[in-house]
Nanobody, 129 residues
Framework: QAHLVETGGGLVQAGGSLRLSCAAG??????????MGWFRQAPGKEREFVAG????????AYGDSVKGRFTISRENAKNMVYLQINSLKPEDTAVYYC????????????????????WGQGTQVTVSS
């Protein structure tokens, strides 16, 4: 069972920045072979794709609402994936989830929830206006 833990959420004013981190536990020894993604879910809304990165870090993908403001990156040697969030808006308020897909060495970044098999518990991001 993969173990993913998100940190870095908090309360921030509009226009501010945050860096979310996702740590994959020691049982996730295959971390470096898999696409990692970030999703978010606001109250009363469906979970939506935010960003994803291939196992090598070469390819990334972003949801339309965050392009140009969010940046995903990863450090395979540390089993870490990050989400740098800039120019925060109140509509970015949500619980942010880290997820891993179930296919090794793919260069396709899935944007659907069903593309991802393992999920963290989430970290809350609240943006005040």
């Amino acid at each position: 069972q993969a173990h993913l833990v998100e940190t870095g959420g908090g309360l921030v004013q509009a226009g501010g920045s945050l860096r979310l981190s996702c740590a994959a536990g020691p049982t996730f020894y295959w971390f470096s072979r898999h696409v990692m993604g970030w999703f978010r879910q606001a109250p009363g809304k469906e979970r939506e794709f935010v960003a994803g990165i291939t196992w090598s870090g070469v390819n990334t993908a972003y949801g339309d609402s965050v392009k140009g403001r969010f940046t995903i990156s990863r450090e395979n040697a540390k089993n870490m994936v990050y989400l740098q969030i800039n120019s925060l808006k109140p509509e970015d308020t949500a619980v942010y989830y880290c997820a891993a897909d179930g296919v090794e060495y793919t260069n396709y970044v899935g944007m659907a929830i069903n593309d991802y098999v393992y999920w963290g518990q989430g970290t809350q991001v609240t943006v005040s206006s």
